[in-house]
């Protein structure tokens, strides 16, 4: 398997615009979360999934970001409209239950 | 509810030496726990995993550690430390059936020449 993928590696843009950060888990795990971590906030759970469900969104920041898992194998997760403030690094994850998560290699977002 | 303790922020080791990384947890019952391996501009790689049985496990690149109920620890220890193991290590808490970890704030460990 080639692992949770995540797209893109880098993504930098301007302040207003509208990002979507795109992860595919590994086949056959049923849950998928949403990480972002900061220097100064560490690492964050956003929002996670169970079987392409929602389960806690509590993480999200605000209403400019949204999560959406519309299949098995595939997860969006987009900020409209992107602020300075938003830029990190954000990890996509997933796992089989319980048993540990594999990670992303992660988007790092620059917002100017 | 869950949560886990990193004590120590930042560690640093002489390579060849040992090393070991603290860990405690609150959790009403059994739990699942877990240590990953963060390397600069990657993401995190589970080293080991503890869910029953055995309470010393043995994982990746050479680690281990031990769940010791009565101190609500899960010790990440390694005999002999290599440069290539300079990183952020995160300990992090599960339940059964719950999907969701809870994760510690990380231990950056330093590995000197």
């Known amino acids: 398997d080639a692992g949770v993928i995540q797209s893109p590696r880098h993504e930098v843009t301007e302040m207003g615009q509208e990002v979507t950060l795109r992860c595919k888990p590994i086949?056959?795990?049923?849950?998928l979360f949403w990480y972002r971590q900061t220097m100064m906030r560490g690492l964050e759970l956003l929002i996670y999934?169970?079987?392409?469900?929602?389960?806690?969104d509590s993480g999200m920041p605000e209403d400019r970001f949204s999560a959406k898992m519309p299949n098995a194998s595939f997860s969006t997760l987009k900020i409209q409209p992107s602020e300075p403030r938003d830029s990190a690094v954000y990890f996509c994850?997933?796992?089989?239950?319980?048993?540990?998560?594999?990670f992303g290699s992660g988007t790092r977002l620059t917002v100017v | 509810a869950q949560s886990v303790t990193q004590p120590d922020i930042h560690i640093t080791v002489s390579e060849g030496a040992s090393l070991e990384l603290r860990c405690n947890y609150s959790?009403?019952?059994?739990?699942?726990l877990f240590w990953y391996v963060q390397s600069p501009g990657q993401g995190l790689q589970l080293l080991l995993k503890y869910f029953s049985g055995d309470t010393l496990v043995q994982g990746i690149k050479g680690f281990e550690a031990e769940f010791k109920r009565s101190q609500s620890s899960f010790n990440l220890r390694k005999p002999s430390v290599h440069w290539s193991d300079a990183a952020e290590y995160f300990c992090?808490?599960?339940?059964?059936?719950?999907?969701?970890?809870?994760f510690g704030d990380g231990t950056t460990l330093t590995v000197k020449p």
């Open positions: 994850a997933s796992s089989l239950n319980s048993y540990g998560y594999t």
């Open positions: 086949s056959g795990h049923d849950y």
């Open positions: 959790y009403g019952a059994t739990p699942y």
């Open positions: 999934f169970n079987n392409n469900v929602p389960i806690d």
């Open positions: 992090a808490v599960g339940a059964t059936n719950a999907g969701k970890s809870t």
